[in-house]
């Protein structure tokens, strides 16, 4: 059984940095692709970024140019570094596992707040 655990929010001000980790525990770097998601109160869980099994990536309009996805294979981790960050970056981030054969998982997410 795969589990994920996210850690790096906090509160920051606007313009600054974060980079949030989602470890993975168990043989899950055997994965389709591992995925950012997030969502700000009131609002639906949008995609955020995503890292396939290739190494490819893919990022929201909103974030391009501000966040990296990126993974370290040895360690069992996703990353997500979050530069000049926004009011509007506030929310919950979710991590999202997509398996070889179709599985998810999803981790219990971790708080980022974006205020001065």
């Known amino acids: 059984q795969v589990q994920l655990v996210e850690t790096g929010g906090g509160l920051v001000q606007p313009g600054g940095s974060l980079r949030l980790s989602c470890a993975a525990s168990g043989n899950a770097f055997s994965f389709l692709a591992m995925s950012w998601y997030r969502q700000a109160p009131e609002k639906q869980r949008e995609l955020v970024a995503v890292i396939a099994g290739d190494g490819s990536t893919h990022y929201e309009d909103s974030v391009k140019g501000r966040f990296t996805i990126s993974r370290d294979n040895g360690e069992n981790t996703v990353y997500l570094q979050m530069t000049s960050l926004k009011p509007e970056d506030t929310a919950v981030y979710y991590c999202?596992?997509?398996?070889?054969?179709?599985?998810?998982?999803w981790g219990k997410g971790t708080l980022v707040t974006v205020s001065s």
């Open positions: 999202k596992l997509l398996a070889q054969n179709g599985g998810t998982t």
